[in-house]
């Protein structure tokens, strides 16, 4: 889900746009709660989010991914050899990332958005980790593959429901958004813009010297 949220909210103006409105929405609803209670919630809660929480658990599980990616791009053979400050600054990207998407979902929520079964039924179902050889849906398949990435069923029912309902709201704010005019001018007038120059060589060796500067001249220049 991270890195679907990246994609969007980076690689297209609209998904800036729609970041910008979620940034508007995290400050508007969410920040006063996420402060309030920090420090302030239970031992298994990092930050509340309105009436969710990020657990260590949360926290560890998107750094088990994030920072192995990191180091490969590093060209580290292990997410060990990363710097300490390397470490913090991903772990703190990472939780802020946590942060908006526990907005989001607190979003959909206000908006009454809500994921049929059936939906989460199918999209589980077309993912290709869980098709056998055949091309279809293995159960068994499905069972290695949570084992082996330490989640439960549950879990990933949860991550499916949430998905959907970020993209949904997100997909959804960002084909409303429009650009200002005059900003579209400016793009088009980058991209189209041509511009024609001439330019006119002269050899060094073409040139001929018509006296000795004298040292006045040389220490001047």
Do not use: C
Not at 54 to 81: E, K, N, V, W
Request: aromatic share 6%.
């Amino acid at each position: 889900m991270i890195t679907t949220l990246r994609h969007l909210l980076v690689d297209s103006w609209a998904g800036r746009a729609a970041a910008i409105l979620i940034f508007l929405a995290f400050i508007g609803w969410g920040v006063g709660d996420v402060y309030s209670n920090m420090g302030t919630s239970s031992s298994n809660t990092i930050v509340q989010v309105g009436s969710r929480s990020i657990t260590p658990d949360d926290l560890a599980r998107a750094l088990s991914t994030q920072l192995p990616a990191a180091a490969q791009q590093m060209g580290l053979a292990d997410a060990s050899h990363l710097p300490d400050g390397t470490k913090q600054q991903i772990a703190r990207q990472v939780l802020h990332n946590l942060v908006i998407q526990n907005e989001v979902q607190l979003a959909g929520e206000r908006a009454g958005m809500n994921v049929p079964g059936e939906l989460i039924r199918k999209e589980i179902f077309a993912i290709p980790a869980f098709h056998n050889a055949a091309g279809q849906f293995d159960r068994a398949m499905l069972n290695d593959r949570l084992t082996r990435i330490g989640i439960t069923e549950k879990r990933l029912i949860q991550m499916i429901r949430e998905d959907i309902i970020s993209r949904g709201l997100l997909q959804g704010m960002g084909a409303s958004v429009q650009a200002p005019t005059s900003l579209m001018d400016r793009l088009f007038a980058f991209d189209a813009d041509r511009r024609v120059l001439d330019v006119l060589r002269l050899p060094f060796t073409a040139g001929t010297v018509a006296a000795a500067p004298t040292d006045e001249q040389l220490h001047h220049y």
